[in-house]
């Protein structure tokens, strides 16, 4: 039964990603509480992180983005990992997300 909790957390994270796109960013004011959350917990950091990527994606300008990750503390979250094999993909949305961030600030 707790295995069909994390997945429907899970679901419902890549659900919100997917739809922030094309809603408009005050419906998802409280999200940044539950995002910071999430990544605490490796069951739902890659969902997460991918919520966090959306919101980011936003059409923002550069110090709106740099001020939500500082909210985020996804820099104080990710200093508490080890990069391992079971890490990879959560670092490879990582660094999706750096990237995004940095080419749009151009």
Do not use: C
């Amino acid at each position: 039964m707790l295995n069909n909790g994390v997945s429907l957390i899970n679901k419902a994270l890549e659900v919100t990603s997917q739809i922030l796109d094309w809603n408009k960013i005050e419906i998802f004011a409280n999200l940044i509480m539950l995002v910071q959350n999430m990544l605490g917990k490796y069951e739902f950091r890659g969902p997460a992180l991918e919520v966090l990527h959306a919101l980011i994606d936003k059409g923002m300008d550069i110090q709106n983005k740099i001020l939500l990750i500082l909210q985020s503390q996804i820099l104080n979250i990710l200093a508490k990992f080890d990069e391992n094999e079971e890490d990879q993909e959560f670092f490879e949305i990582v660094d999706e997300s750096v990237f995004f961030v940095l080419k749009s600030g151009r």
